[in-house]
């Protein structure tokens, strides 16, 4: 019998990565997917889709509001996409921030100082939107999609391929990259402030002896790092969610430009404050999402064989 070599070694442990990933992702967004399509719906809330009045609303009324229209099946709507979304993001910007931070390690092995961690996290997170980012527009029209009826107008949408295909024959194939650059703007703020904060807080709380690398140091990481995530990504999530929410409409010009003129358009009509809607729900989706995936994460690489993360 053969014996491995390093390259076959290093193969091995790389696609038992992607396939943890994966799933630890796919375990993570499907408990906290109601908390994001609160989230979506706050950040779209002062988008004006009638003459009717705006009135002021927050994350309590918008989940009581999808429980009384649609019941408790109705807070996950959009999952689907939202999974397959996952599939490919998740294992890209996790094993991509990895392999390059190996990578950047000096030859005396000493750790990577929290700047260089940044740019690593930021650049994998960025390359991995770009690839997800169709599952990502077609999650946000879904989760759009009910707000619409709420207001006597017909869904776009009956699942995620009528979605793709309506997309593409309405906006082309270029279409499914509609919101891309605030897309990707956001996935390099947000995996800047989870990857690097997540990494560092761990090393920092292992080696002050706060903890040692089992559940309560991962907990305290992830906490920090969803913090952190949140405050850092949010103005350009909610120009991401409004530019993706866009569609070329017969009726009725196209409300934003580009996403410049987004970010713009909703701080002169709603405020500077408006570029941190969804705060609190975003802290609150990405604090239990990490939670969930960090722990299931560095358990399944426990119980794989691999090294901690």
């Known amino acids: 019998m053969a014996m491995k070599t390093g390259d076959d070694r290093q193969n091995t442990n790389n696609s038992k990565k992607i396939l943890l990933t994966s799933l630890s992702a796919m375990v993570a967004e499907t408990s906290t997917f109601p908390i994001d399509l609160v989230k979506t719906r706050l950040q779209l809330h002062g988008e004006s889709l009638s003459?009717?009045?705006?009135r002021p609303t927050n994350a309590f009324k918008v989940a009581a509001g999808i429980l009384r229209n649609d019941g408790i099946l109705g807070l996950y709507s959009g999952?689907?996409?939202?999974?397959?979304?996952?599939?490919?993001?998740?294992p890209i910007r996790i094993v991509?921030?990895?392999?390059l931070r190996t990578q950047f390690v000096d030859s005396d092995h000493h750790p990577l100082p929290l700047y260089s961690k940044a740019v690593i996290?930021?650049?994998?997170?960025?390359i991995a939107q770009v690839v997800a980012s169709p599952a990502d527009l077609i999650k946000v029209r879904m989760q759009a999609d009910r707000r619409m009826v709420d207001h006597g107008i017909k869904t776009r949408y009956s699942g995620p391929f009528d979605a793709l295909n309506k997309i593409i024959s309405n906006e082309g194939l270029g279409g499914l990259w509609r919101g891309v650059i605030p897309n990707v703007q956001r996935a390099f703020l947000v995996n800047m402030g989870e990857l690097a904060c997540?990494?560092?807080?761990?090393?920092?709380?292992?080696?002050?002896?706060i903890a040692e690398d089992n559940i309560y140091a991962h907990t305290l990481s992830s906490i920090m790092s969803g913090l952190s995530a949140t405050a850092l990504s949010c103005p350009a999530d909610?120009?991401?969610?409004?530019?993706?929410?866009?569609?070329?409409?017969?009726?009725?010009?196209i409300r934003y430009r580009n996403s410049i003129d987004c970010l713009v358009k909703t701080v002169r009509i709603e405020g500077i404050r408006a570029l941190w809607k969804g705060f609190?729900?975003?802290?609150?989706?990405?604090?239990?999402?990490?939670?969930?995936?960090?722990?299931?994460?560095?358990?399944?690489?426990h119980i794989a064989g691999l090294s901690s993360f």
């Not at 996290?121 to 960025?126: I, N, P, V």
């Open 79 to 90: 999952l689907s996409p939202a999974i397959m979304r996952h599939l490919f993001y998740t």
């Open 198 to 209: 997540y990494d560092h807080a761990k090393h920092f709380v292992i080696e002050n002896k």
């Open 121 to 126: 996290g930021g650049t994998s997170g960025a």
């Open 96 to 99: 991509g921030y990895e392999h």
């Open 51 to 54: 003459n009717s009045r705006i």
């Open 238 to 253: 909610v120009v991401k969610t409004r530019m993706m929410n866009e569609a070329g409409r017969v009726e009725g010009q």
């Open 280 to 301: 609190f729900p975003t802290w609150a989706r990405l604090g239990p999402w990490q939670f969930v995936f960090w722990v299931s994460y560095e358990k399944f690489r």
